[in-house]
């Protein structure tokens, strides 16, 4: 099993910044891409940010954050961070860190989807 830890959460005025970081640990194969999603009181979860592991790290952004929002990889390379500023009010949402790839100890290694707990941003006016 994939386990993500998320942390950076937390209340934050307009305006501000906030980063977010995930962990993905466990019998991890290979990584293929990580990212994050937002899900607002009654909405759906969306797309926030998601970076490719393996290659050249392309990323891509909901057009909602695109010029805020940058997500980027650590040098372990099991990591990711998003880095958010120019917060708005309508930023405020519990984020949940995903992952997908090869997991398991033996050949052939399965697929995984993981998700995190999610972590609440709130972006006060």
């Known amino acids: 099993q994939v386990q993500l830890a998320e942390s950076g959460g937390g209340l934050v005025q307009g305006g501000g910044s906030l980063t977010l970081s995930c962990t993905a640990s466990g019998d991890i194969f290979s990584l293929i891409a990580m990212g994050w999603y937002r899900q607002a009181p009654g909405k759906q979860r969306d797309l926030v940010a998601t970076?490719?592991?393996?290659?050249?790290?392309?990323?891509n952004y909901a057009d909602s954050v695109k010029g805020r929002f940058t997500i980027s990889r650590g040098d372990a390379q099991n990591t990711v961070y998003l880095q958010m500023s120019s917060l708005k009010p309508e930023d405020t949402a519990v984020y949940y860190c995903n992952a997908r790839g090869y997991e398991g100890r033996h050949l052939p290694p399965s697929v995984f989807d993981s998700w995190g707990q999610g972590t609440q941003v709130t972006v006060s006016s």
């Open positions: 970076i490719t592991i393996t290659g050249g790290g392309a990323t």
